[in-house]
């Protein structure tokens, strides 16, 4: 079997070409996809300690710090001590986040679209669902690698 013909690298290509995309559309809004999608993140829920963020956004304390180290000199998020633990942050989206995030929103939308052109309605649940289902068996397998060391 070539490369090309792996699974893992075609998926892995495809999701790299569709952040490419998506990169080249925000870049006259002066944002990363990575920082959208903690924004966005804020946009559904925010006032949440980082590490929630770090959670629902798939990233690690470290890139969390970084990308809203970003995000708040750009005045899209700000943090503010949580009243309930002293030595952690809650992190809410400020009004030009909102705006932003409002902006971005329908032009993902678009990138998505194009990508998906050609398949019908029907494929594109399909699709969805094997997805899902790819990525719970791998975050099984995490799992039990995990427990094993």
């Known amino acids: 079997m070539t490369l090309d013909n792996s699974l893992g690298f075609i998926l892995n290509h495809t ?11 925000f870049q006259p809004h002066d944002i990363t996809t990575e920082q959208w999608t903690v924004l966005h993140r804020l946009a559904e829920q925010d006032g949440i300690s980082q590490k929630e963020l770090a959670k629902r956004a798939e990233k690690d304390q470290t890139n969390i710090t970084r990308i809203l180290d970003h995000l708040e000199r750009k005045g899209l998020v700000e943090r503010r001590t949580n009243a309930e633990d002293r030595r952690s942050f809650l992190t809410y989206i400020t009004e030009a986040g909102r705006t932003l ?12 679209r194009s990508v ?23 975050n099984q397998g995490i799992l039990e690698w995990e427990e094993e060391k």
């Open 15 to 25: 999701g790299r070409k569709m952040s490419q995309l998506l990169t080249l559309q």
């Open 101 to 112: 995030d409002s902006t971005l929103v329908p032009i993902e939308n678009q990138v998505i």
């Open 116 to 138: 998906l052109h050609g398949l019908t309605e029907e494929q594109i649940q399909t699709l969805r669902e094997l997805l899902l289902h790819l990525t719970r068996n791998a």
